[in-house]
């Protein structure tokens, strides 16, 4: 009987279950999850680029398109156009989830970036503002890439390395944002830019905004092909076990009345509380509530962005700054390093010290003054414009990307594998529905306040920076108790349970080394 027991908890661990050939590659290697994490921060930013590479020349698409009739319409048409994706994503994200849940991670990640291979270069081609809406939303709708990613970060990374896998996926996130927009700004309407490389006749001539979309399509073809070599991380057992602490009730003799084993009655506490995780979703109010607040501060940064992006472009006589493509790319670009060297080096140790909620608070505070200078920032020129918006971006985009980071991980935490998929879904679905609202309400927003310029409250772009910060300190009120419930609480409920299980699987390891 001793063997079969044996047997039984050496079998615990299924030979052809890609989860647990994961669970054994992290048990032995303890050091810094190098390759999961370069991979993850690779397929990630090929799902970012997309969505905000149309940013410094949507305005000039729009124009060309010619269905504004004003130049003050062309934000307002520009708003529509950038939340095509966002709808699509709301409408798509629950259910890629649950096919991450049931068919794996790895599948999901496959579609996703050939869906950004083929329709992001059809909206390169657009000739059209109805051809560039569809292209959109198929993007946002087919690619489900990112909340899986957010599941697979925490699964392929040891427990504490989970803040350095989650911010890998947030800085990727955060980069695809910054990097996009600097690819759009440089390569669009390369005929006007570059004319002794492109010519008005060539090509890239006729469709001046499809060199940066062919590049990222390129970026994708290789994340693609990348992904093949993607450990799946999902638990595919073929038949059902019952959990291993229960091999102590059994080594005890317990009686049974049939065979002298009382199996039916040895269901411990980790039983309990596997089966009492896979309630109801809607009912995990530490889930729910951090996403609640993720969605309020995703509203805030994508109309930021779409704001920023058409603010810059916008001429000095609507409260803009007449900057050109080239000139948004490049202070985009430098944010993007900025982000890239915090999120790395800084952020991880940062979350260990605060924790994610304290970050997330942090970031909230220190944005809304920033927010506030950005008006007064407008009135500068020259070399003193450039070094105090490029610094003020910079620091804007290390705190947004902080805030998200340390929500994704309370995210994570609050549920067990077989639920992330759908939890991250239903994140990556109420998050697109906001950030629908967000670029259509921030280009409607910049539209209204370009009209009032001579406005005796609040005048031109101060009224734009002033709804962003009040949607920033909803954001910020949302973080406190008892609104925002941390995993942790439920955790320490538990500590006790836990620590007698840690206990119980002590002991039947002494045991199986005696065992014959």
């Known amino acids: 009987m001793k063997k079969q027991l044996l047997k039984k908890y050496e079998d615990d661990e299924e030979e052809d279950c890609p989860g647990c050939k994961v669970e054994q590659l992290k048990r032995s290697n303890t050091g810094v999850p190098v390759k999961p994490v370069l991979f993850i921060s ?29 130049e003050e319409d ?14 699509g994503r709301a409408l798509t994200s629950i259910l ?64 504490e390395y989970h803040a350095l896998g989650i911010s890998a996926v947030s800085t990727s996130w955060g980069i695809g944002l910054v990097i996009g927009p600097a690819i759009g700004g440089y390569l669009a309407q390369p005929a006007e830019k570059y004319p002794s490389i492109f010519s ?78 896979k309630k ?64 790395l080096l ?3 140790l940062m979350e260990r010290i605060t924790g994610p909620v304290m970050i997330s608070r942090i970031g909230a505070v220190l944005s809304i003054p920033l927010l506030a200078s950005y008006p007064y920032i407008a009135l500068l020129t020259g070399f003193g ?23 994704l991980i309370m995210q994570n935490r609050a549920v067990s594998q077989e639920q992330r998929g759908a939890a991250n879904g239903i994140s990556m679905s109420s998050m697109s529905l906001f950030k629908t609202i967000g670029p259509a309400a921030g280009g409607s927003l910049l539209s209204w306040s370009q009209r009032r310029q001579d406005a005796n409250i609040l005048p031109g772009d101060q009224l734009v920076f002033f709804v962003l910060n009040v ?14 419930k941390e995993p942790e609480d439920i955790d320490i409920q538990k500590s006790k349970h836990d620590s007698l299980d840690q206990e119980n699987g002590m002991q039947e390891r002494l045991v199986l080394t005696e065992l014959p």
């Open 471 to 484: 949607i920033e300190l909803l954001g910020l009120l949302l973080t406190l108790r008892p609104f925002l």
């Open 200 to 277: 008005k006749e060539s090509f890239f001539g006729r469709f001046p905004y499809f060199l940066p979309c062919l590049l990222i399509s390129v970026f994708a073809l290789a994340a693609t092909v990348m992904s093949f070599w993607l450990p799946e991380t999902l638990h595919k057992h073929k038949k059902i076990k019952k959990d291993k602490n229960s091999f102590q009730d059994v080594v005890e003799g317990t009686p049974d009345e049939s065979n002298g084993l009382n199996v039916s009655q040895n269901m411990n506490h980790s039983e309990r509380e596997a089966s009492s995780s």
């Open 96 to 159: 890629w989830g649950i096919i991450a849940d049931r068919y794996g991670r790895k599948p999901v990640v496959v579609i996703g970036t050939i869906t950004v291979v083929i329709f992001n270069a059809l909206f390169g081609l657009s000739t059209n503002y109805w051809m560039a809406i569809v292209t959109r939303f198929l993007i946002g709708s087919l690619c489900g890439i990112i909340g899986t990613m957010r599941a697979y970060a925490s699964e392929i990374c040891r427990k």
């Open 385 to 407: 414009l450039s070094i105090m918006l490029n610094c003020a971006s910079m620091l804007k985009n290390i705190l947004s990307v902080s805030i998200t980071t340390g929500l």
């Open 42 to 70: 690779v397929v990630t930013l090929c799902a970012s680029l997309p969505i905000s590479s149309l940013f410094p020349f949507l305005y000039f698409m729009v124009h060309d398109f010619h269905i504004a009739e004003r």
């Open 74 to 87: 062309i934000s307002y048409y520009a708003g529509y156009l950038g939340s095509s994706f966002m709808l």
């Open 280 to 343: 109801s979703l809607l009912k995990n109010w530490p889930l729910m509530s951090s996403i609640i607040v993720y969605c309020v501060f995703q509203l805030h940064d994508i109309a930021y962005l779409e704001i920023f992006s058409l603010w810059a472009v916008s001429p000095r006589t609507l409260g803009g700054l007449s900057f050109t493509t080239s000139d948004v790319g490049q202070v985009l670009a430098i944010t993007g390093l900025g982000l890239l060297l915090f999120q």
């Open 346 to 348: 800084v952020y991880p």
